[in-house]
């Protein structure tokens, strides 16, 4: 812990104060309640603290270091374009992913007045993504396992599914399912990247966080394991303590 973290999803905003582990919300029905409620945080916890902040529901593109050295914002923006569709520049987070077996730049779209009001208010906020997070999860998670066997983070929420996929401690897989999918649309979406790769579905384990009833018909097909016990937030605290690194 140590850290404050931040999380946006468009609605919501939730954090946990530095020290804690509880998840706090604050729906926002009002552009300008943004910056106020930051504000408030800030004079909890002092404009000093380490603070790291991410948006839920971003999509991200995964750009491989042997096709993103030496290439400017330009490109790489452009690959996300391709991916996701038209992107302004403008909200565009660009990471160097550097964990495991595995080198990339992780391009993300977001919104870019949430990025400014954070920085605002904590200039020396650390930006990052949920694909971030959860790959580092992933890979982390993947040490564990047996050589060559799948292992899943994710988190399944009414707001979507957030996940990233590791196995030898290598990045495999990362995608954000949008809001409104089905446990059905998510489950299809592990499945099949692992058909993709030729991975055996059977080896794989899904560490999750969430919502368990949306989780329970994985068990089929998956074998499942709860990241760890959750509050009756959701799983929100998991997440942001995740943030933290």
Known sequence: ??????????????????????????????ADMVPEVLTAIRNQVGAG?????????????????????GQDRDVLVGAHSEQHGSTVHDGVLVE??????????????????WSNHVLAVFPQAHMTSMASVMAHEAIRLSQAQPQGAW??????????????????????????????????DALYAMVNACHRSGADVKDALVVWSGDAQQ????????????????????????????MRG
């Open 96 to 113: 160097a992913f550097n964990r495991g077996g595995t080198r990339c730049q992780m391009v993300t779209r977001g919104e870019n007045a």
């Open 1 to 30: 812990m140590g850290k404050l973290a931040l999380l946006w999803d468009g609605a919501w905003l939730r954090w946990a104060m530095p020290q804690e582990s509880q998840a706090r919300q604050r729906e926002i029905s009002r």
């Open 151 to 184: 292992v899943f983070r994710v988190h399944m929420c009414d707001q979507g599914m957030h996940g990233a996929a590791a196995a030898g401690q290598v990045l495999q897989w990362e995608q954000f399912v949008q809001a409104g999918c089905t446990s059905e």
């Open 49 to 69: 603290s380490d603070v790291v902040c991410a948006e839920w529901g971003a999509p991200t593109t995964l750009v491989p270091s042997e096709l993103s050295e």
């Open 215 to 242: 989780t329970e018909v994985w068990r089929r097909f998956l074998t499942l394991r709860e990241a760890q016990h959750q509050a009756a937030d959701g799983g929100w605290e998991v997440v942001l303590d995740l």
